[in-house]
């Protein structure tokens, strides 16, 4: 099987699509509005202190999952089962995470159909289409569907392209654009009056509210979101990397990388924030509170926009250019999930499965989007908040109490032979058994709880 295989050709090539599927709308929009309504600079910090001491084990545990396994998510937490009952527990973890993978495209294709419809808005105005323009920036049932059905069919043409000709090189060639169009941005947004008040807000932290439990709630979920975890797609990643490579360092990386763009996107977006509530902008509630959190996108930043004359119509467009290409090289790991599972489980043509899969996913889509008040918000949180610091949390069961810890050594040699000397292997092993599943368990009781 692993001479068909797809592999990541270079290393570069896997830390871009890895970081790829990482950076997505939850780091330029979700990690920027969640520190704006959970008290700037101390949600910041919370999140830093989480994304490195559990997210990041947490991902080391379902890398080296997939790369030991060489192979999906199920067949590779299967390798690692000895007894009949872990098999069955494998299945059930890997095949709920490549469900939980299927379920997050169907909402998050709708939200990135909108940053589509937005990104050609502003063209359409330019070469003076009108009423285009007004459509594509008014929320309707056909525009939504037409849009997400769009966003979907993107991300099937880059599956279907397979690992290196595909996912690796949309990834390389994306991402390095998103980092253009967001530092662009930034200098634009930093010469706007208000700006620094925001940086303010995001920068310096009241202590205070630190180890509130909500906001560490958040925080958690935050970064398992934003390196999308618990859904098996770090599995399927790291079963396409060479065993020549030191994984520890790819991790570390990766989450670097995931860490990085989010912390850039918040000098984006809340001192962008703060310049829309100095030109008028209604952002804040009296309390201090975030108004409307998961529209303010298509609210506040367009007003932002338009306050700039034509200029705006140009930077409304390079910033919804990036918001959607962040969303597609995220999509493209949650559809690889179901694709390459079904691929090596029924021996279906790449082409076959990923049209097949995309097609379903996209039927979810369109219900949810003729459902949008009953069923979006209720996917989001049974995927998001439920499904996956589970499913990542059983992932961590599995290295630390399933996989015979001598084998799992030799799975992190390979590529690292002196690993067993470094720090990390003397706190990563005790790590994952203990504190990752003690903390997200706490988190997520609380979160049930509340
Ligand atoms: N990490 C992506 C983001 O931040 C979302 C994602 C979740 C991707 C789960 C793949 C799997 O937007």
Same mark, same amino acid.
């Given at each position: 099987?692993?001479?068909?295989?797809?592999?990541?050709?270079?290393?570069?090539?896997?830390?871009?699509?890895?970081?790829?599927?990482?950076?997505?709308?939850?780091?330029?929009?979700?990690?920027?509005?969640?520190?704006?309504?959970?008290?700037?600079?101390?949600?910041?910090?919370?999140?830093?202190?989480?994304?490195?001491?559990?997210?990041?084990?947490?991902?080391?545990?379902?890398?080296?999952?997939?790369?030991?396994?060489?192979?999906?998510?199920?067949?590779?937490?299967?390798?690692?089962?000895?007894?009949?009952?872990?098999?069955?527990?494998?299945?059930?973890?890997?095949?709920?995470?490549?469900?939980?993978?299927?379920?997050?495209?169907?909402?998050?294709?709708?939200?990135?159909?909108?940053?589509?419809?937005?990104?050609?808005?502003?063209?359409?105005?330019?070469?003076?289409?009108?009423?285009?323009?007004?459509?594509?920036?008014?929320?309707?049932?056909?525009?939504?569907?037409?849009?997400?059905?769009?966003?979907?069919?993107?991300?099937?043409?880059?599956?279907?392209?397979?690992?290196?000709?595909?996912?690796?090189?949309?990834?390389?060639?994306?991402?390095?654009?998103?980092?253009?169009?967001?530092?662009?941005?930034?200098?634009?947004?930093?010469?706007?009056?208000?700006?620094?008040?925001?940086?303010?807000?995001?920068?310096?932290?009241?202590?205070?509210?630190?180890?509130?439990?909500?906001?560490?709630?958040?925080?958690?979920?935050?970064?398992?979101?934003?390196?999308?975890?618990?859904?098996?797609?770090?599995?399927?990643?790291?079963?396409?990397?060479?065993?020549?490579? %030191? #994984?520890? +360092? &790819?991790?570390?990386? /990766?989450?670097? $990388?995931?860490?990085? *763009? =989010?912390?850039?996107?918040?000098? !984006?977006?809340?001192?962008?924030?703060?310049?829309?509530?100095?030109?008028?902008?209604?952002?804040?509630?009296?309390?201090?509170?975030?108004?409307?959190?998961?529209?303010?996108?298509?609210?506040?930043?367009?007003?932002?926009?338009?306050?700039?004359?034509?200029?705006?119509?140009?930077?409304?467009?390079?910033?919804?250019?990036?918001?959607?290409?962040?969303?597609?090289?995220?999509?493209?790991?949650?559809?690889?999930?179901?694709?390459?599972?079904?691929?090596?489980?029924?021996?279906?043509?790449?082409?076959?499965?990923?049209?097949?899969?995309?097609?379903?996913?996209?039927?979810?889509?369109?219900?949810?989007?003729? %459902? #949008?008040? +009953? &069923?979006?918000?209720? /996917?989001?949180? $049974?995927?998001?908040? *439920? =499904?996956?610091?589970?499913?990542? !949390?059983?992932?961590?069961?599995?290295?630390?109490?399933?996989?015979?810890?001598?084998?799992?050594?030799?799975?992190?040699?390979?590529?690292?032979?002196?690993?067993?000397?470094?720090?990390?292997?003397?706190?990563?092993?005790?790590?994952?058994?203990?504190?990752?599943?003690?903390?997200?368990?706490?988190?997520?009781?609380?979160?049930?709880?509340?």
């Amino acid at each position: 099987m692993s001479a068909v295989r797809g592999e990541f050709s270079s290393r570069f090539g896997f830390i871009m699509a890895a970081a790829g599927s990482a950076v997505g709308l939850g780091n330029i929009w979700g990690f920027p509005t969640q520190t704006a309504s959970n008290g700037g600079a101390a949600f910041l910090i919370a999140y830093l202190v989480l994304a490195f001491f559990l997210a990041y084990p947490a991902l080391m545990a379902e890398l080296i999952i997939g790369r030991h396994g060489q192979a999906n998510a199920v067949t590779s937490l299967k390798k690692i089962s000895a007894h009949k009952w872990q098999k069955h527990f494998a299945f059930m973890v890997g095949f709920g995470g490549i469900l939980c993978a299927g379920f997050i495209l169907s909402f998050y294709a709708i939200v990135a159909g909108w940053m589509l419809s937005a990104t050609l808005e502003p063209i359409a105005s330019v070469v003076g289409l009108n009423q285009t323009a007004t459509w594509l920036g008014e929320q309707s049932l056909i525009r939504n569907v037409l849009f997400t059905l769009i966003f979907i069919a993107l991300t099937i043409l880059i599956i279907s392209r397979g690992v290196e000709n595909g996912i690796e090189k949309w990834s390389k060639r994306l991402m390095p654009a998103l980092l253009l169009i967001l530092f662009a941005l930034i200098a634009y947004v930093m010469t706007q009056d208000g700006a620094i008040e925001g940086l303010q807000a995001y920068l310096i932290p009241d202590f205070s509210s630190i180890l509130d439990a909500n906001l560490l709630v958040s925080a958690l979920g935050q970064a398992f979101f934003s390196l999308s975890l618990g859904t098996s797609v770090m599995i399927i990643y790291g079963s396409y990397i060479s065993k020549k490579e %030191n #994984l520890v +360092s &790819l991790g570390a990386y /990766v989450t670097l $990388i995931d860490v990085f *763009i =989010a912390f850039v996107a918040g000098l !984006l977006i809340i001192p962008a924030m703060y310049v829309a509530q100095a030109q008028g902008v209604e952002i804040f509630s009296a309390t201090g509170e975030l108004l409307s959190e998961d529209t303010l996108v298509f609210q506040v930043l367009p007003a932002l926009f338009d306050g700039m004359g034509n200029a705006g119509l140009y930077i409304g467009f390079a910033f919804f250019a990036l918001m959607s290409i962040a969303a597609l090289t995220s999509s493209i790991s949650m559809l690889e999930a179901p694709v390459s599972y079904t691929v090596e489980r029924f021996s279906v043509k790449r082409l076959h499965a990923t049209w097949l899969i995309g097609a379903l996913i996209a039927l979810v889509s369109v219900v949810i989007v003729c %459902n #949008l008040g +009953s &069923l979006f918000g209720l /996917v989001i949180t $049974i995927t998001t908040k *439920i =499904a996956q610091p589970l499913l990542g !949390l059983m992932c961590c069961l599995f290295v630390g109490w399933i996989w015979y810890r001598s084998s799992l050594l030799k799975a992190i040699q390979q590529g690292n032979p002196s690993v067993h000397n470094t720090l990390f292997w003397k706190i990563w092993p005790w790590y994952t058994k203990f504190v990752c599943p003690c903390a997200i368990g706490l988190v997520f009781l609380h979160s049930l709880l509340s």
